[in-house]
């Protein structure tokens, strides 16, 4: 089956750039997402790559994706402590043009220290 | 602008009461639902979907069950609650047609004692 794998927790500092890391194995996915929950909230989308498509970039936001590794990566430019939360990787599969199944990673913990 | 509201934002429920969360979404129609679990240590685990009225699919075996009695109300039940089922539920709605973004719920957070 669809497995997410992603690490537990990440510690930078205030200004530096931070980078997650993710691996998925299903091949067929469609889409890859970064999703953020803060304490006690909901989940937010931050970003979305295409399969085939190779990075974007959006703001302070980069996604990596390297399909033949099944790797996604997540980049935040100049880390402010606004951006202390739990990120989720995840992809999407399911058929139909009705279905919208998202398998998600663990979460990984993001520390901003001051 | 759509919405999505889903209460109680807390519960605690004895083992073997029963359950009802509710989740309703406002500005969209016929959108596709969704109910996720979040346990403990864990990530997030898709219990059930629906793509219309009275029409639920299942993902896991499992104490809970789903019902869609309207188009914009999604319906996350159980008869006697376990205390496996702690945990943070979400609800989420996306458009249909495969569209690309799943929005969620503030969620709720179920402590079973």
């Known amino acids: 089956g669809e497995d997410v794998e992603q690490s537990l927790f990440l510690s930078v500092r205030e200004g530096d750039s931070s980078v997650i890391n993710c691996t998925y194995t299903d091949s067929s996915s469609t889409y890859l997402y970064w999703y953020k929950q803060e304490p006690g909230a909901g989940l937010q989308l931050l970003t979305y790559i295409f399969s085939n498509m190779d990075m974007k970039q959006d703001q302070r936001l980069t996604v990596l994706l390297n399909k033949k590794d099944k790797h996604l990566s997540l980049r935040i430019a100049d880390t402010q402590t606004g951006d202390s939360a739990i990120y989720f990787c995840a992809e999407s599969w399911g058929s139909g043009a009705g279905s919208y199944q998202l398998t998600f990673g663990k979460g990984t913990k993001l520390s901003v220290i001051p | 602008s759509q919405t999505i509201h889903q209460w109680p934002a807390t519960l605690v429920q004895p083992v073997g009461s029963p359950l009802s969360l509710e989740c309703t979404v406002e500005?969209?129609?016929?959108?596709?639902l969704y109910w996720y679990r979040q346990a403990a240590g864990r990530g997030l685990q898709l219990l059930f979907y629906s793509v219309g009225i009275g029409q639920i699919s299942s993902e896991v075996p499992q104490n809970l069950s789903a019902s869609r009695p309207q188009d914009r109300q999604f319906i996350l039940s159980s008869k006697k609650l376990l205390l496996s089922d702690s945990g943070f539920y979400l609800c989420?709605?996306?458009?249909?047609?495969?569209?690309?973004?799943?929005?969620f719920g503030q969620g709720t957070r179920l402590t079973v004692v």
């Open positions: 500005g969209t129609s016929n959108p596709n």
């Open positions: 989420a709605w996306s458009a249909g047609q495969g569209d690309t973004e799943a929005f």
